[in-house]
């Protein structure tokens, strides 16, 4: 019997019907193992040595592993074709040596394959090799760098920046970049300019636009008209006027095909196109990769989807020109086999790009074996790499110059633009999707992203051809500050930098937000005050690490090291040194310090220029104080006056989105008589009643989301300040049910029961019988005396799970979609798709949860489990064993055990 060893359950399941009774293929879903979430796990000391740990969720997989290979003829290693995958391999051979389960003579092979698919898999098998050394080494240097970043750089953090969760190689970088584009968002001043178009009209009455390009033959740059008066000027100048055609240039132009997908490529156009976040649409492609039941038959449609390579192997090549010829026609296939080459910066070439791994299977073949979502990203994969093997489209591109004497004198030239699509070539098939382009206006370069002049078609145009204006329009306009990045738009970023690699990006991006330093508006990436605080901390203290060169230089060693051009320990001992040199520096730095250096680096942020130029540091209550960073452990950074307490000012970091920067009175309430006044606290604004006396606090009242807390008037004031409000008696109990605004939203209240209610409006015009129903919907949904628990509602059976047990359901709960196997409850992360999960994801989803002691079988307690875990993007957490009471150590050892770094961090895989 030869064993088989796969990462996923989906995957083996397919294998192990193309290879038959003599095989038995095994899932190791993902990682078995991993560095535990304490100090010491990378020990620079001892020559960067690695304490691995088995998860707690691997346990039982790892023992049926063990099991069959003690029986079996041969071990092949068959798991993904990348450096994780390597490592995955490598990891599951040191576990089964130490475990002696490799018995003598055993012939252990790695095999690798880009599709799942019988073809690729038995050529993959008649070529074993070796693991990889280099390959792992460069796994275990990523691995040891995000480590010792996270566990060093966290807790340096936490004690110089209460509040700050985490900082890491990737990440970190990653959030500067979209903390740059939200500073210059920010200093962007916009700038006034003018267009002058006209609307000609040719002897045939033909209308087209020219806009005006250059005066007495000087051309015009975009800011040259500033004002309204000078357009103005113009357009009477142009009114009226003898246009003549005085040149019309033609040239035929040529557009080509894109490359095919790579990792990075398919995110962004999946993110364009079909509104996809990076990490959805990697779990999208996972389950096309794994295999689809088709008709009875279980196949991969797609090629591995973490690559950075845009080559295709040639007989796919062929199948693509053939599909192209056969269905479009021989016109549309390309004069010559299209060969691409990536842009991206440390690209590694030798993986395939992202394809069909059979053309023949088109989108509508396939569409009733797939899901939305997978039929819409499988037509994407499909259409974008049969595109690459198309003829070029072609145009004629017109350009026509039109002179015109002015009224005051001067001549005019206006110009216009056009093209006519003759052959739509690969745009038959596939057209990329577009990114907002930036429209600043740089130091002597015109901004054009706005001219959408060549789309147009022009009628047929000959110099010296009379033309008369059927009006003349002079527009205003302002010149707009760079788009916020999208996820793709940041993904191509850190790609053309070299910043990470294809299997970091969709969890780079999902740790920035879990860790609340971005937020995601409009499919815009917007940093809070939380990552502003994080970046401005590293680069005043820590700049080189998130330095993009540094980042990108690192990144070229690891692959260095992946050809076995460099040793790995080298490339960590060269690093170790000049980090802990970085973070000893800053070690006795007090915390009023690193505020300060703070307050002057995000200044324009938190501190913005007033209007009347007046110093933005003092404070608007006392009027003497500076106002600074300050910060609290429970909510983390804020505004507060240096002048307390004696004056207790406070708003938020970057001030109130509203305007509201100080206390803003609104009149008097009209049973008090107390001044109603409008504050803003380091959770926003809000209402108070008067200032209140002595130790007795004053009525306050949150100002919930929909209300504007800068426009909010006296009669809406009076409203908020007055709740709770009674809405009757029950007629069971003869108690109050009131209704009121809480933390979770406006609700009603009776006997300890809360049931939400749709709007804040609610709260004042709910009546007593809606209350009484809402109340006893909530307590029959709570299993409280009104009523039995109400039944879960399933969302989807996934089937047994693959270790045994009972089978997996994905249930809705009251706080969300989450997945049940044998009592162990896992929630469905934010932003994955309750509909699309399959039983891998719910089985790591499940193992995560029992690493972090869920489930029936909790891990002992001690100061291990007690310490923060690091947070990564690439491997699955695990939860350190509690120690005993470790002995007391020789005084030299002690001495060299106290300069490790503290293991409150949380760290991140991918930075």
């Avoid at 095994?26 to 979430?37: C, I, K, T, Y």
């Avoid at 279980?298 to 599909?323: F, H, K, Q, S, W």
């Avoid at 030239?413 to 577009?434: N, Q």
């Avoid at 507060?640 to 509203?658: E, F, H, I, M, V």
Wanted: hydrophobic share 35%.
């Amino acid at each position: 019997m030869n064993v088989v060893i796969v990462e996923s359950a989906a995957k083996a399941k397919t294998i192990n019907k193309y290879l038959g009774s003599n095989y038995k293929v095994l899932a190791s879903f993902g990682h078995v193992r991993d560095l535990p979430s304490k100090d010491g796990s990378v020990d620079p000391e001892q020559d960067f040595s690695m304490t691995w740990e088995i998860d707690q969720g691997s346990k039982k997989i790892i023992s049926e592993i063990t099991e069959a290979v003690k029986k079996a003829d041969k071990l092949i290693l068959a798991t993904d074709p990348d450096r994780e995958g390597e490592a995955i391999s490598w990891h599951l051979l040191d576990i089964l040596e130490k475990k002696k389960a490799l018995k003598k003579g055993l012939s252990v092979e790695r095999v690798a394959f880009n599709a799942v698919t019988k073809d690729a898999i038995l050529a993959a098998l008649a070529a074993p090799r070796q693991i990889d050394e280099p390959l792992v080494d460069a796994y275990l240097a990523r691995r040891a760098l995000d480590y010792l970043v996270g566990f060093t750089l966290s807790p340096v953090l936490w004690r110089k920046l209460p509040g700050a969760r985490s900082a890491g190689r990737v990440q970190s970088v990653a959030l500067r970049l979209v903390c740059d584009r939200e500073a210059e968002i920010e200093a962007f001043r916009t700038d006034e300019y003018w267009t002058i178009e006209a609307t000609l009209v040719t002897g045939k009455s033909e209308e087209f636009p020219a806009r005006l390009h250059a005066i007495e033959g000087t051309t015009l740059k975009k800011l040259d008209i500033k004002d309204e008066t000078t357009a103005t000027e113009i357009k009477r100048a142009l009114e009226k006027g003898a246009f003549r055609v005085v040149s019309v240039e033609s040239r035929d132009v040529k557009r080509n095909p894109y490359a095919p997908f790579a990792t990075s490529t398919l995110q962004m156009d999946a993110s364009r196109k079909l509104g996809f976040s990076a990490k959805q649409t990697m779990q999208v492609a996972q389950r096309l990769y794994e295999g689809i039941d088709v008709g009875g038959e279980t196949v991969g449609l797609i090629t591995y989807m973490r690559t950075d390579g845009v080559t295709i192997i040639p007989e796919a090549i062929n199948a693509i020109r053939g599909l192209i010829a056969r269905d479009y026609s021989q016109k549309y296939v390309a004069p010559f086999v299209r060969e691409y080459k990536t842009k991206a910066k440390n690209a590694q070439e030798a993986h395939e790009a992202i394809r069909p791994t059979d053309v023949k299977r088109t989108p509508a073949s396939v569409a009733r074996y797939l899901d939305k979502d997978q039929a819409r990203l499988y037509e994407l994969i499909w259409k974008r790499a049969v595109a690459s093997q198309m003829a070029s489209a072609e145009f004629k591109q017109t350009t026509a110059d039109i002179e015109v004497k002015g009224r005051d004198g001067k001549t005019y030239t206006l110009r216009a633009t056009g093209s006519v699509e003759k052959f739509d070539g690969f745009l038959k098939v596939y057209d990329e999707g577009r990114d907002d382009k930036i429209r600043v206006v740089e130091k002597g370069k015109e901004d054009t992203a706005d001219d959408e002049d060549s789309n147009r078609r022009l009628p047929a145009l000959a110099e010296g051809d009379a033309l008369t204006d059927r009006g003349i329009e002079a527009e205003q306009h302002f010149t707009q500050p760079p788009p916020r990045y999208s996820e793709a738009t940041l993904v191509k970023k850190m790609e053309e930098l070299g910043i990470g690699r294809p299997s970091t990006y969709a969890s780079t991006l999902a740790v920035l937000q879990e860790r609340d330093y971005v937020r995601i508006d409009k499919k815009r990436l917007i940093p809070e005050d939380k990552g502003r605080l994080v970046i401005a901390f590293l680069e005043s203290f820590f700049k080189k690490y998130v330095e993009f060169d540094f980042t990108a230089d690192l990144e070229e060693k690891l692959d260095l090291i992946s050809a076995g051009d460099l040793e790995y320990k080298i490339v960590l001992r060269d690093f170790w040194r000049d980090f802990t040199a970085a973070v000893n520096e800053i070690k006795d730095l007090r915390v009023g310090d690193v505020l300060e250096a703070l307050n002057e680096l995000l200044g324009p942020h938190v501190f913005p220029a007033k209007e009347d130029g007046s110093d933005p540091r003092l404070c608007p209550k006392c009027g003497t104080g500076r106002l600074s960073l300050k910060i609290s452990g429970k909510s983390g950074a804020f505004i507060g006056c240096g002048n307390y307490p004696d004056c207790k000012y406070t708003r938020q970091l970057s001030g109130d989105a509203s305007g509201v920067d100080g206390d803003r009175e609104l009149g008097f309430d009209p049973d008090t008589g107390l001044p109603i006044l409008v504050k803003s606290g380091r959770f926003g604004p809000y209402l108070q009643l008067g200032e209140g006396e002595g130790d007795e606090k004053p009525k306050r009242s949150s100002i919930p989301k929909g209300i504007d807390a800068a426009n909010i008037d006296f009669e809406k004031a009076v409203q908020l300040l007055s709740l709770p409000r009674e809405v009757g008696i029950h007629p069971e109990t003869g108690t109050p049910i009131t209704a009121g605004l809480g933390r979770y939203g406006p609700f009603v209240q009776h006997d300890g029961t809360y049931a939400n209610v749709e709007s804040i409006e609610d709260v004042f015009t709910v009546g007593l019988n809606r209350a009484v129903t809402l109340l006893a919907e909530k307590r029959a949904g709570k299993g409280g005396r009104f009523g039995r628990a109400a039944a879960k509602t399933v969302l989807k059976e996934l089937g047994e799970h693959p270790g045994g047990g009972g089978k997996i359901q994905v249930l809705d709960g009251k706080y969300g979609p989450y997945v049940s196997h044998d009592k162990v409850n896992a929630t469905v992360p934010k932003g994955m798709d309750p509909a699309t999960l399959t039983v891998d994801d719910a089985v790591r989803l499940l193992q995560e949860r029992i690493a972090k002691g869920g489930g029936k079988k909790k891990p002992a307690r001690g100061k291990a489990a007690a310490k923060a875990k690091p947070e990564k993007a690439e491997s699955k957490p695990v939860k350190a064993k509690a120690k005993a009471p470790a002995k007391k150590a020789p005084a030299k050892k002690a001495a060299t055990k106290a300069k490790k770094p503290a293991a409150k961090a949380k760290a991140s895989a991918n930075g």
